[in-house]
């Protein structure tokens, strides 16, 4: 393959999506895998990519140093756990390296070292990596603006079992953008928890309700239930794939541009 091909390291190789980004860069005639990254101690450190996943060598080992993985690389692609992809970030933006971000559940103060990392480097961080949903987040925008407050929003979201965080990363996106259709700010008017005597709906709030179970991909519904009528706004994720792929799509469009933060709404040009 040639050596022109920006090269890409992926960390968590060995998780869900790790797996699926070495297959889809391996396989790619638009990019070159040259890092996989596990956690130190862990039992695929020292192996081929490609065997330890039970498939055809890929030629590349996974090893537990991301610095000296990041000097061979353009781009990182990381899906992992926040307080792993705050450290990435920081080796990342050293390195000067595209960062690409499908974690969730970021805490305010995580946010703000990736803010501070992408002063150096690019980051694009997104809950959602597919076209589907990134289109779905500006339709919920559109649809809160064109509405008013006599339309209760809902959003309904369901994953697999493994899945740690609640709500999804895809389904505050869908909330954030909801609420600032409303011209309001999601952190006040957010309803995650309804358990026991609630009393009535408060007016103008958004709610969440997760679903865990089986190996659910990711099912998204927002909501709008007004009088009479109800508008339902829907994307199915059947294939973890689609993940992947938007993500290695985020990497190469990163390449070139100015130290920033960006979304996938900006690498798909909505």
């Not at 239930?225 to 109800?230: I, L, M, S």
């Amino acid at each position: 393959m040639s050596e022109e091909l920006p090269g890409i390291v992926v960390t968590g190789a060995s998780g869900r999506m790790g797996q699926m980004l070495l297959r889809l860069i391996a396989e790619s005639n638009v990019a070159r895998l040259v890092g996989a990254i596990e956690r130190p101690g862990h039992a695929w450190i020292g192996r081929d990519a490609g065997k330890a996943m039970g498939c055809a060598p890929l030629g590349v080992k996974v090893e537990d140093d991301p610095l000296e993985a990041f000097t061979r690389a353009k781009a990182v692609i990381d899906f992992t756990a926040p307080a792993a992809t705050v450290e990435f970030a920081a080796l990342a933006a050293q390195a000067r390296l595209v960062h690409v971000i499908g974690t969730t559940g970021f805490s305010e103060n995580d946010l703000k070292k990736l803010s501070a990392a992408a002063r150096h480097a690019v980051i694009v961080r997104a809950g959602n990596m597919s076209l589907g949903v990134n289109l779905l987040v500006r339709l919920a925008r559109q649809v809160a603006e064109a509405l008013d407050e006599e339309f209760d929003i809902e959003i309904v979201e369901a994953h697999h079992r493994h899945k740690v965080d609640a709500p999804s990363g895809t389904a505050l996106m869908l909330g954030e953008a909801a609420a600032e259709g409303r011209g309001a700010s999601l952190d006040k008017v957010s309803d995650r928890g309804r358990d026991g005597i609630t009393g009535p709906r408060q007016r103008g709030h958004i709610g969440f309700a997760a679903i865990r179970g089986g190996d659910i991909v990711g099912e998204h519904d927002v909501i709008f239930a007004g009088p009479g009528e109800r508008i339902v706004l829907r994307h199915v994720a059947a294939d973890r794939a689609i993940f992947a792929r938007g993500a290695l799509r985020a990497a190469l469009w990163g390449q070139g541009r100015k130290p920033g933060e960006y979304s996938m709404a900006d690498v798909l040009g909505l």
